[in-house]
């Protein structure tokens, strides 16, 4: 890496990161969402931080084709379409803003979708249920050109799986088959490794709160339980348990 290249990315870093005490630079950020309730979501998440919204479209064409007085510095693109058209979403900006930072933002993601769209030219993935710090502590990240993937991802990846389990089926927890090697998986009731089997899809404690319709913190109450039952230290950890011991999902095995 040449001396000016360096010296421009180390002054990226202090900018976006804010390792100097100098002054923050603001970062313009375009918010791409055909939910508008989702995009005055993510604006209010914003508010007050180094990134600031100066857009809200309903689609990448739209976009695309706005003549800006400045330049964007990020496109956050709300992925509630399918993996393709978000693809191609990300194609169409990437091919009129070759330089700009594209984020997708999703419930959650699987392998596949993540290849897909990383393929056509994104540079980070955020869940929606993230904390806000998290939220802004990643696209920070991704200013700076790192790239961003949910904890289960990387879990799934460091396994050495080509996707991340997904359940066969959410809709009843009387269909549920877990494996009998593991004397840990005797411990867990079917709630248990319903919310394991969204841990593996990476999805945040709010998003499986509403899959099952309860409240957060119910959710927060059960994670702790199975982290104690399977002695992990974190979600991630209990993600990558949770894939090598529940391939499949059936009741009749699970504890009361």
Avoid at 28 to 51: D, Q, R
Avoid at 62 to 82: G, H, K, M, R, W
Avoid at 181 to 197: G, M, N, T, W, Y
């Amino acid at each position: 890496m040449s001396n000016e290249l360096a010296e421009r990315e180390a002054s990226r870093y202090t900018n976006f990161i804010g390792v100097s005490a100098s002054r923050t630079k603001t970062a313009n950020a375009v918010i791409i969402c055909n939910n508008s309730l989702i995009g005055v979501g993510i604006t209010h998440l914003l508010a007050g931080t180094s990134f600031v919204t100066t857009d809200h479209f309903t689609n990448a064409a739209q976009a695309a084709e706005t003549s800006y007085l400045s330049v964007p510095d990020l496109f956050v693109i709300s992925a509630n379409v399918s993996p393709e058209d978000t693809a191609e979403a990300v194609r169409h900006l990437r091919g009129k803003f070759p330089k700009v930072r594209i984020v997708v933002i999703a419930d959650h993601y699987n392998l596949s979708f993540v290849k897909l769209c990383r393929g056509a030219g994104v540079d980070g993935f955020c869940l929606t249920g993230s904390s806000r710090e998290v939220l802004i502590k990643s696209l920070e990240l991704i200013m700076v050109g790192e790239l961003v993937l949910p904890s289960a991802l990387m879990a799934s990846l460091l396994n050495g799986s080509e996707a991340i389990p997904t359940p066969k089926s959410r809709d009843s927890s009387a269909d549920a088959k877990l494996p009998s090697e593991d004397p840990r998986v005797r411990k867990l009731s079917a709630r248990e490794a319903e919310i394991l089997s969204h841990l593996m899809d990476g999805a945040a404690n709010k998003v499986i709160a509403r899959k099952l319709d309860v409240a957060e913190a119910t959710i927060k109450v059960h994670i702790k339980a199975i982290l104690r039952k399977i002695g992990a230290a974190n979600r991630t950890q209990a993600a990558m348990w949770a894939s090598e011991h529940l391939p499949t999902r059936d009741a009749s095995s699970l504890a009361a």
